[in-house]
Structure formats: structure tokens, C-alpha cells
């Protein structure tokens, strides 16, 4: 099975370690939500998780996303083209989030997400300045394009990219399948109260 997922190649120091995963275990079956919420043993990866995926709903990118149509029209670009920018936005999403693959085992996990959690804040911030200058000079809606660009290749990057291999790292075998149900709740839940409260922050 690993040869046909991983391909040919020595994968034994792989299987080695499920294997011992799989002996510390003991054979348990998988467990609950429920009775991942009540195991003390596991409270501080819930805590890390649960601090993660709030920080991917809060750090903004579903606000870029949702104002990128009007940044680029701003811009000059005409609305029979934005759909190319937005092509290339989906592009270099992808090619960040591939990129993070290759640097996360050399750089590590914190270093991507902090590091990149500070240029997206530092492109938000920007943006929101370049936004309120836009009719000031000609050059300025070409800016907030860049920082679009930018702000969506940090989080491709970082935490777009550090989040989705964390369940596996930080919770045993018996509890991952109970991680990833806590992790899609907690992350649509957070989704819909952010969808019916931003248009009256707005």
C-alpha cells in the first residue's frame, strides 16, 4: 500500500513508524468528539487546534477575497479581464502552497507561521492605506493589486499550507478522525458568525 501511494523507493523507516504508532496504541479504536473534548491527555493539541483554525478565519482572507473584484477594477483593469487576475490569484495560491511543502521540513512549522502571519498583517495594513488613497494618484490601485498578491502567497505559504498536515502531526491514530470532524465544525461555525457579523462591521 505504501509503494502504491508513495511509489518505489525505500520506505521502511515510514512503516516503521506506524507500526510503532500503532503498537503504542495498543489497538484502541477510534475515538469519539466526545471523547476527545473529556481526555485531559489530548487538551493541549485541542487548544493548538482549536488557536490555529480561529486564526484562519480571523487573519483576513476571506475579506481579500471577497473585496478582490473591486480592488482590481479600481486598478483599471477592465471587468471582462478580472477573471484572469483572479485566475492568477487561484495560481499563485497553489504554487505557494506547493512551495511551503518543499520549505516546511527546513524552515519548520513556526517559523512559516509566524513569519508569514507577519508580512499578511503588514500587507493588510498597507492595503488598507493604499485602499483610502486610491483616487489620490494613479499608481495606487496598482499597489493594492501587488498586496493582494502578496497577502495571498503569505498565506499560501504559511499558514494556508502549515494547517492542513497539523491533525495528523499532533494527534495519535485513535483520534484523528474525531480531530478533523472538531476541525471542520469549529472552522464552519467560525465561518457562518464571521459571514453575518462583517457586513455590519462593515
Excluded at 475515538?31 to 490555529?52: E, G, N, Y
Excluded at 495560491?93 to 503588514?122: D, H, Q
Excluded at 494556508?160 to 480531530?179: D, H, K, M, N
Amino acid at each position: 500500500a505504501v509503494k502504491q501511494l508513495w511509489g518505489d523507493g525505500d520506505h521502511m523507516a515510514e512503516i516503521n513508524d506506524m507500526m510503532s504508532e500503532q503498537r503504542a496504541i495498543g489497538g484502541e479504536k477510534a475515538k469519539s468528539v466526545w471523547d476527545l473534548l473529556r481526555d485531559r491527555a489530548v487538551r493541549w493539541q485541542l487548544i493548538t487546534l482549536l488557536l490555529v483554525v480561529s486564526c484562519i478565519q480571523l487573519l483576513g482572507a476571506n475579506v481579500v477575497y471577497s473585496y478582490a473584484y473591486s480592488i482590481f477594477t479600481k486598478a483599471g483593469i477592465p471587468p471582462a479581464q478580472t477573471h484572469y487576475v483572479s485566475l492568477g490569484i487561484g495560481t499563485t495560491e497553489i504554487l505557494s502552497t506547493v512551495l511551503c511543502g518543499f520549505l516546511i521540513e527546513r524552515a519548520g512549522r513556526k517559523t512559516l507561521l509566524w513569519k508569514n502571519y507577519a508580512v499578511m498583517a503588514l500587507a493588510l495594513g498597507l492595503l488598507t492605506v493604499t485602499l483610502s488613497l486610491q483616487d489620490s494618484f494613479f499608481w495606487v490601485p496598482y499597489c493594492s493589486v501587488a498586496l493582494v498578491f502578496i497577502f495571498i502567497m503569505s498565506f499560501g505559504i504559511g499558514p494556508g499550507g502549515v494547517v492542513c498536515p497539523l491533525i495528523t502531526e499532533i494527534f495519535i491514530q485513535s483520534y484523528r478522525p474525531a480531530a478533523y470532524v472538531f476541525n471542520g465544525v469549529v472552522n464552519w461555525i467560525q465561518l457562518f458568525i464571521l459571514g453575518l457579523v462583517f457586513p455590519f462591521l462593515v
